[in-house]
Structures are given as structure tokens and as C-alpha cells.
């Protein structure tokens, strides 16, 4: 298993990565399309993540979408959305360089007390987040 201080990954501790990333990202997605109803690049970007996961993308193609994931951040005036967007954005660069997992659960969580979620739900949510961190990346992660 890797190491928190791990540069490089195998393509499967990736791929594990980019799924479980996406699933974090996903569930506040609709926190962004509340205030972005129009903008699809996030729903494009974790259709890729899916697709990488699977095996039928791959790191260049979702790189981009990674890339768009982020101008949709800066290009919102909408905290929360923003960090949904950020957190989408990471799940998929997860593909390229695995510790931008890292990063997931504190943009969802994020956006989530930005949109006045309850103390009580962020912790919930932030509780589901690590019951699903695929086997042996706790540590990786940076959970105890």
C-alpha cells in the first residue's frame, strides 16, 4: 500500500483514488448546478472519471476535464459551487498525480458549510467520506 509520502502510484491505486474522489465530488454536485444550472463541464468531468476508472480514458483525456473543472470555479461567483467545482476538479486530476485526492473531502466539506449545510451534516458527510476510502489508502489519504 502506498505511503503517504509516495510520489508515484500504480494505475489501480489511481484508478481507486479516482473513483472514490468522484464519489465525494458527486454528492454535492448539486450544490454547484443549483448555481450554475446551465454549466455541464462538472457532470463531463465525472462522466471522465468514471470512464478513467473503467479503463476507457485516459490521463491526458481526463486532464482536461480537470482543467475545466477549475475554470468553472473561477468563473463563479458562488462560494460553495466553487468549491464543488474544485473538488471535482481534483477528484479527476487524481488520475494524473494521486494526492490531488487529497484535497476532495475538504472542498466538499467546504461547500457544504458554505451553502449552510448543519454542523451535524458536515460531519455526517465527512464521516461517509472515509467509511468509503477503498482499502488501503487510509494512510495515503491522510486519514488516522
Same mark, same amino acid.
Given at each position: 500500500m502506498p505511503e503517504p509520502?509516495? $510520489?508515484i502510484l500504480s494505475e489501480d491505486e489511481?484508478?481507486? $483514488?479516482?473513483?472514490w474522489a468522484a464519489m465525494c465530488a458527486w454528492r454535492v454536485l448539486p450544490l454547484y448546478e443549483?448555481?450554475?444550472p446551465d454549466?455541464?463541464?462538472l457532470h463531463?468531468? $465525472?462522466g471522465g472519471a468514471i470512464a478513467f476508472?473503467?479503463?476507457q480514458a485516459g490521463v491526458e483525456e481526463v486532464r482536461k476535464l480537470a482543467y475545466d473543472c477549475h475554470a468553472a470555479?473561477? @468563473?463563479t461567483?458562488? @462560494?460553495?459551487?466553487a468549491a464543488v467545482a474544485r473538488a471535482c476538479g481534483q477528484a479527476v486530476g487524481a488520475a494524473h498525480v494521486g494526492s490531488r485526492a487529497r484535497s476532495v473531502p475538504g472542498y466538499a466539506l467546504t461547500a457544504l458549510t458554505l451553502s449552510g449545510a448543519s454542523p451535524e451534516t458536515v460531519a455526517a458527510e465527512s464521516d461517509w467520506q472515509r467509511t468509503q476510502v477503498p482499502g488501503g489508502l487510509l494512510a495515503y489519504l491522510g486519514y488516522p
Open positions: 509520502t509516495d $510520489l489511481r484508478r481507486a $483514488l479516482v473513483g443549483r448555481a450554475c454549466d455541464r463541464r463531463a468531468a $465525472l476508472v473503467a479503463g470555479a473561477r @468563473e461567483d458562488d @462560494e460553495a459551487a
